[in-house]
């Protein structure tokens, strides 16, 4: 494949035309909202920066159109934000956890107006309004699905429906959420947000992190794969200065503290398109060696799947039958049928069976240490 294969320009630098990874044509597909999606999509990594992006051709732009056209949020668990967990396995709302972390690193005065783009049902919202009830709250979302949960939120504006330029006023602080890597022009939106940021105001960036969880890049209406090298890119363009940037926060997540450059600031260390490329590549290799695994398990036992996430519908679709069940840690998902089969707790699992543990293997590995009983064998993917 050459340079003219995807002829795009760069939805980061601008420049370049990107080199499409044929590989990923071939690979099923998940939605963020989690529904198997056919195979059939394009990715290219930018031919000068490196930075890994759909291009946002016809099918693109039409693909997406049908996933937001009935969208559910969070629908394994009825609404309820996704968990995140700590080593022990113990959940907490990611929200609450990345707010908890920003207040612990970089600090939140007593009052102050935010707004949230992409608020959903308000997840971040809601966990804000726990840690700072003073403050003044405000969301943005693209259809008015969510709005009278946004409006049972004390001290929150009417929800703001449609361009974020729209919305009237400045921000001390404003989040975007697993939302920039759905936009087709990132560095076009931070610059509107810089414009919506009071003198000193924050922005707080957090999106999936590719390199970390390679099943990120399965997301059908994800537009952008950042690295921590082409978000900071991203934001510098769009003339902000980094604050903080974090891979520890959320795991597999990088989360990103910014604010408008009060001067010009030098631009992020140079990025390696061949290197970039080489290493979606072996990623891409990775996620079909992890679904062949899968489908080798000859065994009378069950199987069950870990998560009921992305990975856990990726890998679901990708082996079919042979799967019985899901298992997940998240107790507003337990108990409930996913994808026509039981979603199980670790202590409800039934015994002889093997559960596949969709994570990449460091993460894996230490869950199938945590839950491993004699009964039943957890089994991470190969490196």
């Known amino acids: 494949m050459n340079a003219t294969d995807l002829a795009e320009r760069c939805s980061i630098c601008g420049s370049g035309l990107l080199v499409e990874l044929a590989a990923f044509r071939q690979l099923r597909r998940v939605p963020s909202d989690c529904r198997p999606w056919p195979a059939g999509g394009r990715l290219g990594a930018c031919a000068s920066c490196g930075a890994l992006q759909k291009p946002a051709n016809p099918q693109f732009l039409a693909e997406i159109d049908d996933i937001y056209r009935t969208y559910t949020i969070y629908h394994q668990a009825l609404g309820v934000e996704q968990a995140v967990f700590t080593a022990s396995g113990l959940p907490a709302s990611r929200s609450a956890r990345l707010l908890e972390s920003f207040r612990t690193t ?96 924050q922005l707080l960036v957090q999106v999936p992190h590719h390199i970390a969880n390679p099943f990120e890049l399965l997301i059908a209406d994800h537009r952008s794969h950042f690295t921590t090298t082409s978000l900071g890119q991203a934001l510098h363009l769009a003339g902000y200065e980094t604050v903080c940037l974090a891979e520890d926060w959320i795991p597999k997540e990088i989360s990103v503290v910014a604010r ?124």
């Open 260 to 383: 408008a450059a009060v001067k010009p600031t030098l631009p992020p260390s140079a990025a390696d398109p061949p290197g970039s490329r080489a290493r979606v590549t072996a990623s891409l290799e990775w996620l079909t060696g992890t679904a062949q695994q899968l489908r080798n398990l000859l065994t009378d036992r069950r199987i069950g799947l870990f998560g009921t996430s992305i990975a856990g519908t990726w890998l679901a679709s990708e082996a079919g039958e042979r799967i019985d069940f899901f298992v997940d840690e998240d107790p507003h998902r337990t108990g409930t049928r996913y994808l026509g089969r039981p979603v199980h707790s670790p202590t409800d699992v039934p015994a002889n069976s093997i559960v596949f543990v969709g994570l990449p293997p460091v993460i894996a590995s230490g869950v199938c240490r945590r839950l491993e009983t004699a009964e039943i064998s957890y089994l991470a993917p190969s490196s």
């Open 106 to 201: 970089v600090g939140i005065g007593l009052e102050g107006r935010m707004l949230d783009i992409g608020c959903g049902n308000g997840a971040m919202l809601r966990a804000f309004n726990q840690i700072a009830p003073r403050w003044l709250k405000a969301g943005t979302e693209f259809d008015e699905k969510y709005r009278k949960d946004i409006d049972a939120i004390p001290r929150t504006e009417p929800l703001y429906v449609g361009d974020v330029v729209n919305v009237p006023g400045v921000f001390d602080f404003v989040s975007l959420i697993h939302v920039l890597e759905h936009i087709i022009d990132p560095v076009g939106l931070l610059h509107v947000l810089r414009t919506k940021l009071s003198p000193g105001g």
